[in-house]
C-alpha cells in the first residue's frame, strides 16, 4: 500500500502518522515478523523495514547495534521482504530503509520488482539523493513505487527544491543533524525545515531523528505530517530479556507515540 | 618545481564536476547523506578558490618546504639495480616529516580549514600514520583534533595513538562493525554529520565522496611531479615503469598523476593480497572486489552478493581496507594503469631485502610496492636492457612496522645468542 494512502487516513482523522522504524532480522528472523505486527497493533501507521548493512553511516549507536545483532542472526534480503509481507498483510504500510550499496549489488529492477511484489510502498534512501539516483528513480518510477529522499536543516532552499521534486510518498525531514539516537528534548531545527519543505511541495513531511516518547511526538505532529521514530523501538528490544517482553515493550512505546500523535 | 595543478579540470584523467571518473555513472560521483551535501560543496568551492589562489600556493609550497621537509629525494637504489638488471628509483617519501607521502594531503587539507575559518579537524586513520599526520598538522597550525581509530588498531598500534595523544589529539576507539579502519571512517562521518558547521573531515586518502578523490590527489601529487622533474633532470629520461602500492591509494595517485599523460611510462599499482587472492584473506580490492558504493563513492569495493561489505586483510594496517579510490577504479578499467597482487609474504620479503641490501627499513604498506616494482623491473630489463629505468614510491618508512616485524621474523632472539661481549 501506497504512502499516499496513509495520509489519506491520517489528514482525514486531522493527526500525524507514526512510522515506526525496526530492521529486518532484529532481535532475530523470526521476532522481527511479531515485532513489526506488535508495532501496528499498537498504533504504527507504517514501518519503515531496515535493511541491515555493514557500514550504516548515518546511524548510531543504537540502531547500529540492532542492525549488527541482525546481520549476526544472517539476515538476508530475502528476509527483508518477508518482513515488508508481514506488514503489508496487517494492512498497514512498510517502507525500506536502505543504504544504497545493497539495492545497487541486487539490481535495482530486481530489488525493486521483488519489493512490488511483497507489497512495499517504497524507500527511503539515508544515503541517496536525487541527484545521483537514475536508476533508483526509473525503476520506483516505472512501478508507481514511494521515493522518500531526505532533507537536512544544512540543505539550501535550491536542493530542497529538488529533493521534494523527486520524491513520492512524503519527504524526510531529518530534525537534527547527526546520527540516529533518542534525544530528550526535540530539535528546533525541524520546524523551520517543515516549513522550507513545505514551501516547495504538496507532499507530506516526515519528520525523523530524536523522537523516543509520546510528549515529542506530540509536539512534533502539531507542525509535520508523519512522526518518525527508530532508536527508540531498537532500545525497547535491546533492553529486553527475551522476545515476549521485548513484544510488550514495543507494543508500550507505540501506544504512547501513537497517543503523542493524536494530541499534536 | 611546482607541487601544485593550478587548474582542476584541465586534464581528461581528472573527474568532472559530480565527481564522476572517465563515463559519468562508472566511478566516483558522491553518495552520503544529505546532511553532508551542502559542507561537500563549501569544500568543493574552498578547494578550488584555494587552488586557482597564488598565495594559497605560495604558503602550501612553503610549509612543505620548510616544515615536512620537502622535495624528497629521487635516490638510485645501485645494488638493487644490480639485483635485477636495470636502474631502480625510489622516491624517498619516507624521508619525509612524519614519515610518509601522507604529510602533503594534510598540510593542504589544513590550510583549506584555516582558509574555510573551521577551528577543528577530525580524521579517521588505520595503521596511525593518518593520524599521526593529521595531529601534527593540527599541532603546527594549532586547530583542535580528533581522530577516529579502530579499537582493534589501537591496540595492534600502540605507539601511534601515543604520539598522536602527545601531539595534542583526541583518539577515540571505535568498537563497532570490524572496528579498523572502514569502521572508524564510519564514525568520523558520524562525527561530521553532527559536527559539520565548524569541523573539517581530513580525508585520508584519494577515496570518498567528491571532491576528496580529487581534492587530496591534488595535494599528494607533489610526488609525481617531483619525482617526473628529478628523473629528467638526473637521468635525462622518463622512467619505463613507475609503481606504487595501493590501499585507499593516495601515495598511488600521487604518483601516478604525472605521468598519466606519458603514453609510454608503464604505471602499475600493487594491492595488499594477505594470504593470496585465492583465499578469503587479503584486500585485493580492483582484483576480486565488485562495483559498488562504499564511504560516498561508486567504485571496486570487496562486497558479498547483496552488497555488504567484506573485511579485508593484509599485514599492512595502511593497506587494510575493502575499497580503493574512484580514479583507481577508472585507470583498472580503461587499462592506462595496471593493478597486480602482493602478498604478505612478497612483502616481508621485500621489506628485509630493501633493509639489507640499501639500508632502508621500509613500510610494509611501501615494502608491496618494491615487491611489485621489482618483478616490473626484471622483466623491463630482459626486454629493455640495464639502461631502463623502475620507478617506485617508497611510500613510508618502517619504523611503525617493527613489532610486525619482530613476530614475522623472529627478529627478538639474536640478542641473546651470544654474541662477543
Not at chain 1, 495520509?7 to 521476532?31: C, H, M
Not at chain 2, 622535495?71 to 622516491?91: N, Y
Not at chain 2, 593484509?314 to 577504479?329: F, K, N, T
Request: proline letters at 5%.
Amino acid at each position: 500500500m501506497s504512502c499516499a494512502r496513509v495520509f489519506e487516513t491520517t489528514r482525514a482523522e486531522g493527526r500525524a502518522a507514526l512510522v515506526g522504524y525496526l530492521p529486518a532480522g532484529f532481535p532475530d528472523k523470526r521476532g522481527s515478523l511479531d515485532a513489526v505486527r506488535a508495532m501496528v497493533d499498537a498504533g504504527c501507521d507504517a514501518i519503515e523495514v531496515g535493511l541491515p548493512y555493514t557500514d550504516p553511516v548515518i546511524d548510531g549507536p543504537t540502531v547500529q547495534a540492532a542492525a549488527q545483532q541482525a546481520l549476526d542472526a544472517g539476515t538476508r534480503i530475502d528476509d527483508v521482504m518477508r518482513t515488508v509481507e508481514a506488514v503489508a498483510s496487517t494492512g498497514a504500510t512498510a517502507v525500506v530503509m536502505t543504504y544504497w550499496n545493497p539495492v545497487e549489488r541486487y539490481g535495482v529492477e530486481r530489488f525493486a520488482q521483488e519489493l512490488l511484489d511483497a507489497g512495499g510502498a517504497g524507500l527511503i534512501t539515508p544515503d541517496l539523493t536525487p541527484d545521483f539516483a537514475p536508476e533508483w528513480i526509473a525503476a520506483a518510477d516505472a512501478r508507481d513505487l514511494d521515493k522518500i529522499f531526505l532533507v537536512a536543516p544544512s540543505s539550501t532552499d535550491e536542493r530542497i527544491a529538488m529533493t521534494t521534486a523527486a520524491s513520492r510518498g512524503f519527504v524526510y525531514a531529518t530534525a537534527v543533524m547527526g546520527v540516529t539516537g533518542t534525544r530528550t528534548t526535540t530539535s528546533d531545527l525541524a520546524e523551520p525545515l517543515v516549513a522550507r519543505a513545505r514551501a516547495t511541495t504538496d507532499l507530506p513531511i516526515g519528520v525523523g531523528l530524536g523522537v523516543s516518547n509520546g510528549d515529542q511526538a506530540a509536539e512534533i505532529a502539531g507542525f509535520a505530517d508523519a512522526v518518525i521514530v527508530g532508536s527508540a523501538f531498537c532500545r525497547a528490544v535491546l533492553d529486553a530479556p527475551d522476545l515476549p517482553s521485548a513484544l510488550r515493550g514495543l507494543s508500550t512505546l507505540a501506544e504512547d507515540l501513537a497517543a503523542g500523535v493524536r494530541r499534536g | 618545481m611546482t607541487t601544485l595543478d593550478p587548474a582542476p579540470g584541465a586534464s581528461r584523467f581528472d573527474a568532472d564536476e559530480h565527481g564522476w571518473f572517465g563515463e559519468p555513472g562508472l566511478f566516483g560521483g558522491r553518495f552520503i547523506p544529505e546532511a553532508l551535501v551542502s559542507a561537500l560543496e563549501e569544500l568543493t568551492d574552498a578547494w578550488h578558490e584555494a587552488m586557482a589562489d597564488p598565495a594559497f600556493i605560495a604558503d602550501f609550497e612553503q610549509v612543505q618546504r620548510e616544515y615536512a621537509g620537502l622535495p624528497s629525494p629521487l635516490f638510485h637504489a645501485r645494488r638493487l639495480s644490480d639485483r635485477v638488471g636495470c636502474r631502480v628509483l625510489l622516491k624517498r617519501e619516507d624521508l619525509n616529516h612524519t614519515g610518509a607521502h601522507k604529510i602533503r594531503n594534510v598540510i593542504g587539507q589544513a590550510l583549506l580549514t584555516r582558509r574555510m575559518g573551521k577551528q577543528r579537524v577530525i580524521a579517521e586513520t588505520g595503521a596511525g600514520q593518518h593520524g599521526v599526520a593529521t595531529a601534527t598538522a593540527a599541532a603546527y597550525f594549532g586547530l583542535d583534533c580528533t581522530v577516529y581509530m579502530g579499537a582493534v588498531d589501537t591496540r595492534r598500534q600502540a605507539l601511534n595513538v601515543a604520539r598522536m595523544q602527545l601531539l595534542g589529539a583526541k583518539v577515540v576507539p571505535v568498537d563497532s562493525g570490524s572496528a579498523t579502519l572502514k569502521d572508524a571512517i564510519n564514525e568520523a562521518m558520524r562525527d561530521w554529520v553532527a559536527s559539520v558547521d565548524h569541523t573539517a573531515y581530513l580525508f585520508g586518502t584519494a577515496a570518498g565522496p567528491h571532491p576528496f578523490p580529487s581534492l587530496v590527489r591534488d595535494f599528494v601529487r607533489g610526488t609525481g611531479d617531483e619525482a617526473r622533474a628529478q628523473c629528467l633532470e638526473q637521468y635525462g629520461v622518463l622512467p619505463d615503469a613507475i609503481a606504487a602500492c595501493v590501499g585507499g591509494g593516495s601515495n598511488a595517485i600521487g604518483l601516478f598523476t604525472a605521468f598519466l599523460d606519458d603514453a609510454e611510462v608503464e604505471i602499475y599499482g600493487f594491492e595488499a593480497a594477505g594470504d593470496g587472492v585465492d583465499t578469503p584473506r587479503h584486500a585485493a580490492t580492483i582484483h576480486s572486489g565488485a562495483s559498488g558504493v562504499l564511504h560516498g563513492a561508486r567504485t571496486y569495493v570487496l562486497q558479498d552478493d547483496e552488497g555488504q561489505t567484506i573485511e579485508s586483510h593484509s599485514i599492512s594496517a595502511g593497506l587494510d581496507y575493502p575499497g580503493v579510490g574512484p580514479q583507481h577504479a577508472q585507470l583498472a578499467h580503461s587499462g592506462r594503469a595496471t593493478y597486480l597482487p602482493v602478498t604478505d609474504a612478497e612483502a616481508m620479503e621485500a621489506f628485509a631485502l630493501l633493509a639489507r641490501t640499501e639500508g632502508i627499513i621500509p613500510a610494509i604498506e611501501s615494502s608491496h610496492a618494491v615487491a611489485g616494482g621489482l618483478r616490473v623491473a626484471e622483466r623491463i630489463a630482459t626486454e629493455k636492457g640495464p639502461e631502463a629505468t623502475v620507478l617506485i614510491n617508497l611510500s613510508g618508512r618502517g619504523d611503525k612496522d617493527m613489532g610486525t616485524a619482530i613476530e614475522y621474523f623472529g627478529l627478538g632472539e639474536a640478542e641473546t645468542a651470544g654474541e662477543p661481549a
